[in-house]
């Protein structure tokens, strides 16, 4: 009897297949023509190609100036005002930060949880005949606190030369519901940069956003 060692006949089916799938799983190195080229091409995609760029400590003071009062603040590193609707003035901010498009003007309504969805929901950008964006609704706890700057309490805690409008000193309803009790909500108060949560039923100010939902989206 050969004394030589056999491979175990199971081992052959498994064999098979690992061969089959890495097959299919095709060759992950960049294409030769770019490593020739000294340009080796990335063989995955990062995060920020599927949702966009997040880039923490943009500059928000490097924008339009205070001398133009109708844009001053727009068109920062930051934040990019998109959407105009007439005489060069414009609707919406882009936060290059978050990814986030808010309402450039932050008092819309004041009015209670429920009719503030409602009233996002139905929310467009730019001039009438040219109207886009669609698919704004109330920002969550996290997307409100995303434009908080502690170091800016005198300027309602928002970053400095923000190119938004009408900020009010008041809660803004979010839309996270308040984990002990779902019949109430989040609010964040710009006035003292403070959380606190109140009934769904009272009224608050609501500021929409459009985008991907952070969290605690309804």
């Not at 934040?79 to 498009?101: M, R, W």
């Not at 706890?141 to 923000?162: A, C, R, T």
């Not at 769904?200 to 100010?205: A, I, K, T």
Request: hydrophobic share 35%.
């Amino acid at each position: 009897m050969s004394t030589q060692s056999r491979r175990p006949l199971w081992l052959v089916p498994m064999t098979l297949l690992l061969v089959v799938a890495g097959a299919r799983a095709g060759n992950l190195s960049p294409p030769q023509s770019a490593v020739n080229a000294g340009q080796p091409a990335p063989t995955q995609k990062k995060l920020d190609h599927v949702y966009g760029p997040w880039i923490p400590g943009r500059s928000t003071t490097d924008g339009i100036s205070a001398s133009d009062p109708l844009n001053a603040g727009c068109n920062s590193s930051r934040f990019e005002c998109i959407a105009p609707v007439q005489n060069g003035f414009f609707s919406g901010v882009l936060d290059h930060e978050t990814g986030l498009v808010w309402m450039r003007t932050a008092n819309s309504f004041n009015t209670n949880w429920n009719e503030s969805r409602r009233l996002c929901a139905m929310l467009t950008l730019g001039a009438p005949g040219n109207r886009r964006g669609a698919g704004f609704r109330l920002p969550t706890i996290e997307e409100l606190l995303s434009l908080k700057d502690v170091d800016q309490p005198g300027n309602l805690f928002l970053p400095s030369s923000h190119p938004f409008l009408q900020v009010q000193a008041a809660h803004y309803w979010t839309s996270t519901l308040f984990p002990d009790d779902t019949g109430q909500a989040l609010r964040y108060n710009f006035a003292d940069g403070q959380i606190d949560h109140s009934g769904r039923g009272g009224n608050s100010w609501a500021w929409c956003v459009r985008g991907i939902a952070s969290s605690g989206v309804y």
